[in-house]
């Protein structure tokens, strides 16, 4: 699905961030993150649902080997704020003693999620645990966890597409849009 799909939709107040300039990121953040684990092995973990987009796009632009694990966590239900409670819903098959991890997401809004999920993948005892985002909220910035890869810093408004839903609608749009606040405000 595509913005001029969806431009009749009230629910969508305009396009954010463009399928083109998603991609051309991701690609910078690829070369990094080869550059960085260069030589070393690299498990890749996304967090499903929201990163799946994320997830595809950005191993597809690594230029090496990674293998790839996922982990389903949710803290939103099918509001628009953190219930303030993380759950997992689907824990990874691998192993992670002595491996490089590194978190995939779509977005870091209070940071709850991130915090979290770092304390429990580092209870694993793995070589490294490190974080890439597509996006981060101001919010986020208070957060004592890390984060060593982001794509966008955003404002604080309500995005949906490339992954993030509203109530599981919009994870397949191609661009990253906002949401108009009279649906959720
Ligand atoms: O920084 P936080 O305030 O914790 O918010 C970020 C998290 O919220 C969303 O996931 P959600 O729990 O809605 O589940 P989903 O990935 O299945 O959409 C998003 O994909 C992040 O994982
Ligand atoms: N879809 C969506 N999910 C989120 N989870 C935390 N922040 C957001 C956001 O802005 N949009
Ligand atoms: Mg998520």
């Known amino acids: 699905m595509d913005a001029k799909q969806i431009e009749g939709d009230l629910a969508l107040d305009q396009t954010y961030i463009a399928e083109a300039d998603i991609q051309a990121r991701l690609r910078e953040l690829a070369a990094e993150i080869a550059r960085d684990y260069e030589g070393e092995d690299l498990l890749l973990v996304g967090v499903l649902r ?9 191993a597809r632009a690594l ?18 704020t953190s219930s303030g409670v993380v759950r997992i819903l689907k824990d990874l098959d691998s192993d992670l003693t002595g491996r490089h991890v590194l978190i995939v997401e779509d977005i870091i809004d209070s940071g709850l999620t991130l915090s979290w999920l770092t304390t429990n993948l580092r209870s694993r005892k793995p070589a490294s645990v490190e974080i890439c985002t597509l996006l981060r909220k101001p919010e986020a910035l208070k957060m004592v966890v890390d984060v060593k890869y982001v794509g966008f810093d955003i404002p604080n408004a309500f995005v949906v597409g490339y992954g ?21 405000a």
């Not at 993030?164 to 959720?184: F, G």
């Open 164 to 184: 993030l839903d509203y109530d599981e609608r919009y994870r397949n749009l191609r661009d990253i849009a906002t949401l108009a606040p009279h649906v959720y």
């Open 63 to 80: 230029d090496r080997d990674v293998e790839m694990d996922w982990m389903a966590v949710s803290s939103y239900g099918s509001g628009t």
């Open 50 to 58: 929201g990163a799946v987009m994320v997830m595809a796009d950005l």
